[in-house]
């Protein structure tokens, strides 16, 4: 029963841990870093048809996620969609698009917050199992963001948006789209695991050696496993 109550409470406990990271100068310095890298790479997107882009800035917000939990994750992606659009405005701005972008980090941060990878690690045989995990940890948290963001909350915002620019209720050209956002999914998928597994373990070993981690800190973030 102490194990699946501890199961159960574990998701609220990473959201009140990762809201410590915010303590450290450290992490506000990191996260504004990778906010603007969000924003850099945002602005190479390839548009494959109106309202459906391809885009790799699910790297920077990959990243934060997974060294700073999912409260900073979802901060991170709250600002960068703000400040985007104030830099290039596209059309009218939408909160329903801003909580889409902010709940990927957090996502990401929900699976991969403390993940133990790195470089070194992948080339250890005696931690094949480990990296194993964390290779399942990615491919499944990439997954969980493609379903729940790419699939369902996009088209649902962009319905509300126009059904209350046009002042009534408008979902054709979102349903007439939607086979081609799944195939742009589908093939993107595979391609972003990838991205994912050869990216944030050099992500992790760099942040490792640059930064020194709150021991306190640490350790409850070990208590999580």
């Given at each position: 029963?102490?194990?699946?109550?501890?199961?159960?409470?574990?998701?609220?406990?990473?959201?009140?841990?990762?809201?410590?990271?915010?303590?450290?100068?450290?992490?506000?310095?990191?996260?504004?870093?990778?906010?603007?890298?969000?924003?850099?790479?945002?602005?190479?997107?390839?548009?494959?048809?109106?309202?459906?882009?391809?885009?790799?800035?699910?790297?920077?917000?990959?990243?934060?996620?997974?060294?700073?939990?999912?409260?900073?994750?979802?901060?991170?992606?709250?600002?960068?969609?703000?400040?985007?659009?104030?830099?290039?405005?596209?059309?009218?701005?939408?909160p329903l698009f801003t909580l889409v972008e902010a709940l990927s980090p957090m996502i990401f941060g929900l699976f991969l917050y403390?993940?133990?990878?790195?470089?070194?690690?992948?080339?250890?045989?005696?931690?094949?199992?480990?990296?194993?995990?964390?290779?399942?940890?990615?491919?499944?948290?990439?997954l969980t963001v493609v379903v729940i963001c790419n699939l369902i909350l996009t088209p649902i915002a962009l319905i509300i948006s126009n059904s209350m620019e046009a002042g009534?209720?408008?979902?054709?050209?979102?349903?007439?789209?939607?086979?081609?956002?799944?195939?742009?999914?589908?093939?993107?998928?595979?391609?972003?695991?990838?991205?994912?597994?050869?990216?944030?373990?050099?992500?992790?070993?760099?942040?490792?050696?640059?930064?020194?981690?709150?021991?306190?800190?640490?350790?409850?973030?070990?208590?999580?496993?």
């Open positions: 029963f102490k194990r699946a109550a501890k199961r159960i409470a574990r998701p609220f406990r990473i959201f009140k841990i990762s809201a410590m990271e915010l303590d450290n100068i450290q992490c506000i310095a990191v996260t504004a870093m990778f906010i603007a890298l969000d924003l850099a790479i945002k602005s190479l997107s390839i548009t494959v048809i109106p309202n459906l882009k391809i885009s790799f800035a699910f790297l920077a917000k990959a990243s934060v996620g997974m060294i700073y939990g999912p409260t900073v994750g979802f901060i991170e992606g709250f600002l960068s969609d703000i400040i985007g659009y104030l830099i290039k405005p596209t059309g009218a701005f939408s403390n993940l133990k990878l790195s470089r070194k690690e992948i080339r250890d045989k005696s931690l094949q199992k480990q990296n194993f995990k964390a290779f399942v940890k990615i491919v499944l948290a990439k009534q209720f408008v979902y054709g050209s979102v349903l007439t789209d939607y086979p081609k956002r799944l195939i742009k999914n589908a093939i993107q998928y595979p391609v972003d695991c990838v991205m994912l597994i050869a990216v944030l373990p050099i992500v992790s070993t760099a942040y490792s050696a640059v930064f020194k981690r709150n021991k306190k800190l640490s350790e409850r973030k070990e208590n999580l496993e």
